[in-house]
T-cell receptor
Framework: KQEVTQIPAALSVPEGENLVLNCSFTDSAIYNLQWFRQDPGKGLTSLLLIQSSQREQTSGRLNASLDKSSGRSTLYIAASQPGDSATYLCAVINQAGTALIFGKGTTLSVSS | GAGVSQSPRYKVAKRGQDVALRCDPISGHVSLFWYQQALGQGPEFLTYFQNEAQLDKSGLPSDRFFAERPEGSVSTLKIQRTQQEDSAVYLC??????????????FGPGTRLTVL
């Protein structure tokens, strides 16, 4: 059974810092991996989607990497801003290809 | 309406009541998913529809949970005889085609269910 783990569970940083969020998964047979952002009381917003054949994806200040063989992904946020404060969730597609399997998330707080 | 909408946004039920949660996906999206998110946890998969066909319901926690999408658009998640452990946020998501094609899923704001 696929399990997704995210470390750390919570992170507090001052504005301007670069930071890394970690995600690991137990079964390397994934179709793709996604990083989502969740703001309190709101749904999830997709940030980056990495296909299984890709190594990384970039969008603005965000960069996500994927190492299937080791079952790891990282989300790098450059020059963090208070508006980045949210919960970040990592998810992989299940073996049936019908659903996302999520980690518990990392709650990020960026102070000004 | 460009996004996925869900109603009601909040629902309080007494233990034993039946509830119905509605999801309006993005128009034209083939795939629809329901997830359950308990406090402090990531979303957990409940069920998946491709058009009107329910192709995967392996995540439904018990036979008290039932989902339908009769016309391949709006979907309803029904919970019978609610129990306190059903308290959670129920998220709906849709995608244009299927997840295997690399589609991202677009999530609604969720319905927060509290069972007293």
């Amino acid at each position: 059974k696929q399990e997704v783990t995210q470390i750390p569970a919570a992170l507090s940083v001052p504005e301007g810092e670069n930071l890394v969020l970690n995600c690991s998964f137990t079964d390397s047979a994934i179709y793709n991996l996604q990083w989502f952002r969740q703001d309190p009381g709101k749904g999830l917003t997709s940030l980056l989607l990495i296909q299984s054949s890709q190594r990384e994806q970039t969008s603005g200040r965000l960069n996500a990497s994927l190492d299937k063989s080791s079952g790891r992904s990282t989300l790098y946020i450059a020059a963090s801003q208070p508006g980045d404060s949210a919960t970040y969730l990592c998810a992989v597609i299940n073996q049936a290809g019908t659903a996302l399997i999520f980690g518990k998330g990392t709650t990020l707080s960026v102070s000004s | 309406g460009a996004g996925v909408s869900q109603s009601p946004r909040y629902k309080v039920a007494k233990r034993g009541q039946d509830v119905a949660l509605r999801c309006d996906p993005i128009s034209g999206h083939v795939s629809l998913f329901w997830y359950q998110q308990a406090l402090g946890q990531g979303p957990e998969f409940l069920t998946y529809f491709q058009n009107e066909a329910q192709l995967d319901k392996s995540g439904l926690p018990s036979d008290r949970f039932f989902a339908e999408r009769p016309e391949g658009s709006v979907s309803t998640l029904k919970i019978q005889r609610t129990q306190q452990e059903d308290s959670a946020v129920y998220l709906c998501a849709s995608s244009p085609q299927g997840v295997l094609l690399g589609d991202t899923q677009y999530f609604g704001p969720g319905t927060r269910l509290t069972v007293l």
